[in-house]
């Protein structure tokens, strides 16, 4: 995916997010995803994630992202998103 995005390129996501470990509930209608996971999955995708704004939903959060390519990192700059991915594993108080 961040192959396809130009430099400086970004995509909005638009996602309910729960505090669950792993997995997703619900229909499509509204799909509740786990953060941590969907931390992950950005990650997997070579993408980026920052959370451009939230709100309190009835059994989750709903947040929108700004996602953009990862670029090629120093080893500095990769011990910092490894400890970012982290604290996506880590749950959020609401």
């Known amino acids: 995916m961040a192959r396809l995005l130009d430099r400086g390129g ?7 997010v ?5 997995g997703h509930r ?11 996971h969907l931390g992950r999955l ?22 929108m992202y700004r996602l953009g390519a990862r670029r090629r990192m120093s080893v500095l700059a990769k011990s ?6 982290t604290q996506w594993a880590e749950p959020h108080e609401v």
């Open 26 to 36: 619900g229909y499509r209608g509204m799909v509740r995803i786990s953060e941590a």
């Open 80 to 85: 910092q998103a490894d400890e970012i991915h």
């Open 18 to 22: 729960t505090d669950a470990p792993k």
């Open 10 to 16: 970004f995509v909005l996501a638009d996602a309910f």
């Open 42 to 63: 950005f990650a997997e995708a070579g993408l980026s994630a920052r959370e451009l704004f939230t709100t309190p939903a009835r059994r989750c959060r709903r947040v």
